[in-house]
């Protein structure tokens, strides 16, 4: 036990004398302050206090304690019984005279911690998907995780050099994207907090994180796509190998690129009766519990079904005689590991479930396609900004080809 014991004391310690290192002595000596825990002070003779401002007061309670960790870990305890010996207090207070001025509903300080409640609960009754729920309730963990001193400060008392504080240190820990999620869900936790503030005091604060830019998205490198020979030697590749499933992998593989479905939220989803032959149609309807992506649970897409991906179905009818149209076209849900180990014995770039959607943008546009009609080809709904920046990206071959198609002059 003390082998393992022995590096979370360490740990303890290097927290303690880093804390140690940012920190700031009073004027008059008597008084530490640390830049970390900004709520959290330290009397010359060692003792560790919570001190914190309350409407105008500041208040100092004796965390029993001279070890800096455990003082940490006491504040949050001490904060909440701070704010209940001072509605206690305030509760006892004789009513006013209905002849004095009116005051104000509550003087209950407002924390942070009631903004991110109030926050989290209109996001749970809002209409939004499970996975979605399930999101929100990860960014919440992971804030609190990574500040847990925060449901406890007062929302008078959130600086922006606190948050940026935190913005320093989680900017490079998450990616660009899961950092703008999480700062988003600061910034309406503390708005909540703010308009509950102003509710009690009738006094608007301003939002600390309001100056706060967003994490720039990373550039992502080439796709390194195969053009339509490769992907052809690709599946034939998979076909000689002979697995049990290889000839469904095929033929999954083959409809994520010539429909560029999502593999997971629509492809797999795909029934015989989603098939109008008579309009030549394909109708995607994605998960029955949380629908397509971007979009409320019951709503469809519907794409016009191309020439490769016609012959790719009538194939599948006809390997399916017995059909039913409850049935899936799909025979799985999953052609990644063969698809990997095909271009892995070919020396090839790997290629995923998603890099067939952008294969398929790509094709369409060699092919002549507008970026607005392959953004209405893959479901997006920017007039194909997106799909203009992220989902073309023409092979070496058909570059050559068009340079050398082209006469710029007489």
């Not at 604060?205 to 992907?231: C, H």
């Amino acid at each position: 036990m003390e082998s393992i014991q022995e590096p979370k004391k360490n740990a303890g310690r290097r927290k303690a004398a880093k804390a140690l290192e940012n920190s700031t002595v009073s004027k008059d000596g008597l008084w530490r302050t640390f830049k970390a825990v900004p709520c959290l002070v330290q009397r010359t003779t060692g003792m560790f206090y919570l001190r914190k401002r309350i409407n105008g007061k500041v208040y100092r309670r004796s965390l029993e304690t001279d070890v800096f960790s455990v003082a940490r870990e006491r504040i949050p305890n001490k904060v909440k019984e701070l704010l209940a010996e001072l509605k206690a207090a305030t509760m006892a207070q004789p009513a006013p005279d209905a002849t004095t001025t009116s005051v104000p509903k509550s003087t209950a300080p407002v924390t942070v911690g009631d903004g991110i409640t109030k926050h989290f609960s209109r996001l749970v009754a809002g209409p939004f998907k499970k996975h979605t729920h399930r999101y929100h309730a990860t960014c919440q963990k992971r804030l609190l995780e990574v500040w847990p001193q925060l449901p406890a400060l007062l929302i008078s008392e959130v600086t922006e050099e606190i948050c940026l504080a935190w913005v320093t240190k989680e900017r490079g820990e998450v990616t660009p994207n899961y950092f703008n999620n999480l700062l988003s869900f600061l910034r309406q936790s503390l708005d909540a907090a703010i308009a509950i503030h102003k509710e009690r005091t009738g006094v608007l604060l301003s939002n600390p994180t309001s100056t706060i830019k967003r994490s720039p998205k990373r550039r992502r490198g080439s796709m390194d796509l195969p053009d339509v020979a490769t992907f052809k030697k690709i599946l034939e590749t998979i076909r000689e190998r002979g697995s049990r499933q290889a000839e469904d992998c095929i033929d999954l593989a083959e409809f994520l690129a010539y429909s560029g479905a999502r593999v997971y939220s629509e492809a797999a989803w795909v029934k015989w009766q989603d098939v109008d032959w008579e309009n030549m149609e394909l109708t995607f309807r994605g998960d029955p519990d949380n629908g397509l992506k971007w979009r409320q649970p019951g709503e469809t897409r519907v794409l016009g079904i191309n020439k490769s991906l016609e012959i790719l179905l009538r194939r599948l009818e006809a390997k399916q005689p017995n059909r039913k149209p409850t049935d899936k076209v799909m025979k799985v849900i999953a052609c990644d590991g063969q698809l990997e180990w095909a271009c892995k014995k070919l020396g090839l770039p790997k290629l995923t479930h998603h890099k067939l959607r952008h294969w398929f943008g790509t094709r369409c546009a060699e092919e002549g396609a507008g970026a607005e009609v392959i953004g209405e080809f893959l479901g997006h709904r920017d007039g194909g900004v997106t799909a203009l920046k992220e989902y073309i990206e023409p092979t070496k071959k058909h570059v050559k080809k068009v340079a050398l198609r082209l006469t710029l002059a007489d």
